[in-house]
Every structure is written in structure tokens, then in C-alpha cells.
């Protein structure tokens, strides 16, 4: 079992620049999801931002089901400069591969609980880190795609783009730096101090 919690309200407002859509996920029982305070949370976003669509839906990690359901929202999604997502790392990351040249961000960290995982065509995982990373890597996860599981950037291994840990793995630090370069948003990678990960952070408060 996994459970997410939501960013804090000030950082979700400061993520909802330009033209915003919402994407909720309410599909695994498996994933306890904060449906009402994240509802309140998007009242007070559409009263204060430009919110042109809200989307709630199920199974996001799901590429193909994904894509599915949100055919029929196109118009707006085309329109909109920033995706939101209320759900798990994996659907977070699965949104973000989609729509490769928008701005897609997280609303919500995920941690781990013991028991069932639940069922999703893993094309992305999410190491459920209780301090979600998405933001700052233009939706490519530093815990899982990188060996390492580095949150500062790349370790100086990789050889020809490939990991020197699994060098049948792109390295996941040299995918980041491409999708932030694509976002004009290579200024993440710039820290004023490095970033240190809080492993306490892996359980819900
Ligand atoms: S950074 Fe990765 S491991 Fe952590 S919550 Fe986000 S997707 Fe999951
Ligand atoms: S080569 Fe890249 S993916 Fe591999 S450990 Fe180093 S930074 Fe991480």
C-alpha cells in the first residue's frame, strides 16, 4: 500500500502559473488519496488562478488508459501552461512523459506503507520517497531513474549517456538535464546548496 499527501497549499499556488489544468487520479484502491482537503485546495485555486479545466479520472499510470481518457479534454490541455496532478509519483511521471513539452507538476508526495503495491504497467516507477523530486526535474524521477538514487545531479560515471552502475540504463541524470533543457528550466539544476534527502520523510506524518 502506498498513500499520498499534498504539497503545502503555498507551494501548489506558486506551481499554478498561466493557464492551469488539473489532473486528479482516483484510481487504486491501494493508494489512499486526500480527496476532499485536495477538492478545497482546488476551490480556492480556480477562485485565485487561471484554472481552465479540473480532470478526475483513474489509472493515469496506465500510458494507454491515460491517453484514453483524456481525449476528450485535448482542447483545453493544449491550451493550458501548466499541468498540475493530484496522484501517486508513478502517474505524476507518466503525465509528465506525455506531454513532454509542458510544464507538469506534483501536488503531492508519496509514501510507502507495507502490503500490496497495487497493479500498474510499470513503465515509470516511483520509489514512494515521501518528498516528491518531480518539481524540479521536469518529471523524471532522480530516486528510480538513477541508480544512485542522487537528488543533486549526476554522479560524473555515465559514458555515452549509459549508467556506469547498469550500463544498459540511460543515465537518468543525463534524461533530466534533456527534458529541463526542453522546458527552458535548466536553471533547477543551478542549487544554491546542495539538496539533502530526508530520510524520515518516508512516512506519512
Ligand atoms: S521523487 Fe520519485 S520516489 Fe519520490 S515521490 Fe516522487 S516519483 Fe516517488
Ligand atoms: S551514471 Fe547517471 S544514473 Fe548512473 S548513478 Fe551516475 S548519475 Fe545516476
Known sequence: MLITQLKSKESIESLAVGKVVIINCHGCKEVYFPEHQADELQKELSDNKEVIQIITTDYICNPDNLKLQLKKHMDKINLADTILVFSCGVGIQTVAAQFEDKKVYSCCDTYQLPGFQGVTPLNVDCGQCGECYLNGTGGICPITA??????????????????????DMECGWERIYRKLEKLNKLDNMKYDAPKVRNFGNSKPE
Open 146 to 167: 538513477c541508480s544512485k538514487s542522487l537528488i543533486n545531479g549526476q554522479c560524473g560515471g555515465a559514458k555515452n549517456g549509459m549508467c556506469e552502475v547498469d550500463k
